[in-house]
C-alpha cells in the first residue's frame, strides 16, 4: 500500500466515513457501488485499435452491449481470452497470433463496465455469466468454446463459469489467479478506512444483489470439483495478487499444472514470450512443464 494517499482517494474515504456517521445504511450501499465500479482505466476507444484487424461484434448481458473481437476461421474450434479487473480486451492481444497459427479461433471481449462494454457497476458472478453468454453466443453456430485463457479475475470467472455449467471447458489457462475474495476485501476495506462491520455489510449487500455467497466464490475451494484440464501462471513478484494463491489453485485442481515465473509482476506476465508460448502449448497439446 502507498504510504501517502491521492487526495481524490482521502476525499471518497472522508465521504465514506462521514456516510457511516449519519446514515449506515447509505455508508453500506456507497461501499457495494465503491467495491463494484472498476478502476478508470485508458482510453477504450485507443485501446481498442489494437484489435483493428479483428471483426468487431457485441452480445447483450443484462441489458448491457459487451464487445468483442474475434479472429479465424467461423468453424475452427475457439478459444477465449478474458481480462481482468482493471483490464482490457488488448490487454490479451499476444495470445491471438500463437492460437490461430495452431488453428484456433480467438475471442477476445471488454468485461462488463469495461473498455468499450457498457454498465457502471460489475462483479465476479457478471464476468461468470458474461463469458458463459459469449461461449454460448458465438459457439452456437460456429466452432464451440473449447478452451479459455483468463488473466486475474477474469481467469476466476472462467473457473465459475465452468462449475456452474455455464461452458463447457476442455482446458483452462489461468494466469496470475486471484482465490482469496474476502482477504481481498479486508484490504479493499483498510484502504478506504472501513470498520469490520461496515466490511461485512459490504459483503452482505454484494451476496444479496448476485445471490450467491462469497464462500461459493472462492476458487481453492472449487478448484477440486473442476474437470478441465487447468495450467496456472503466477510470478513471484506479484504484488497484487500474490503468488501463494495462484499455487493454492493448482494445488487444489486435481493434475492442474503450475508455471512460477519470477519479475514479470501482475502485468507483464501477459506480454512474456515464455508464458505466451506455454498458454498455447498447453492448449494445444497439453504442454508446459510445472515449475
Known amino acids: 500500500m502507498p504510504i501517502a494517499l491521492h487526495l481524490p482517494q482521502i476525499s471518497t474515504n472522508v465521504r465514506l466515513i462521514a456516510s457511516r ?23 477504450g476507444a485507443a485501446s481498442a485499435l489494437d484489435l483493428i484487424d479483428a471483426r468487431g461484434g457485441y452480445v447483450v448481458h443484462k441489458g448491457r452491449h459487451i464487445m468483442t473481437w474475434r479472429w479465424g476461421a467461423a ?8 481480462h481482468g479487473w482493471g483490464g482490457r480486451a488488448a490487454q490479451m492481444r499476444a495470445f491471438v497470433f500463437p492460437l490461430l497459427a495452431a488453428g484456433y479461433r480467438v475471442i477476445a471481449y471488454d468485461q462488463p463496465a469495461h473498455g468499450l462494454s457498457e454498465g457502471r457497476l460489475t462483479g465476479l458472478p457478471d464476468f461468470a455469466d458474461v463469458l458463459g453468454e459469449i461461449a ?12 479459455v485463457i483468463g488473466h486475474s479475475l ?9 462449475a456452474w455449467n455455464r461452458i463447457e471447458l476442455g482446458k483452462i489457462v489461468l494466469i496470475s489467479p486471484p482465490s482469496d475474495l474476502v482477504g481481498y476485501s479486508r484490504r479493499f476495506a483498510r484502504w ?23 464462500e461459493e466464490l472462492e476458487l481453492a475451494r472449487i478448484a477440486p470439483r473442476l474437470a478441465a484440464k487447468a495450467l ?12 501463494k494463491q495462484g499455487n493454492a ?3 487444489h485442481w486435481e493434475g492442474a499444472k503450475l508455471m512460477t515465473t519470477q519479475g514479470l509482476g501482475h502485468g507483464r506476465i501477459l506480454r512474456d514470450e515464455a508464458v505466451i508460448a506455454a498458454a498455447a502449448d498447453f492448449i494445444r497439446d497439453g504442454g508446459a512443464e510445472a515449475s
Do not use: C, N, S
Request: proline share 6%; charged share 20%; net charge negative.
Open 192 to 214: 478506504h478506512w472501513m470498520p469490520e462491520a461496515l466490511r461485512r455489510a459490504m459483503q452482505g449487500a454484494i451476496e444479496e444483489r448476485y445471490g450467491v455467497r462469497w
Open 136 to 147: 454460448a453466443h458465438y459457439g452456437a453456430h460456429h466452432g464451440q468454446v473449447r478452451a
Open 154 to 162: 477474469g481467469a476466476t470467472a472462467a473457473a465459475m463459469a465452468h
Open 249 to 251: 489453485v493448482a494445488q
Open 232 to 243: 496456472v501462471i503466477h510470478d513471484r513478484d506479484d504484488r497484487m495478487i500474490p503468488w
Open 21 to 43: 456517521l449519519l446514515a449506515a445504511e447509505l455508508a453500506g450501499a456507497w461501499a457495494e457501488r465503491l467495491f463494484l465500479t472498476p478502476p478508470k482505466g485508458g482510453d
Open 75 to 82: 468453424d475452427a474450434p475457439a478459444v477465449l481470452l478474458a
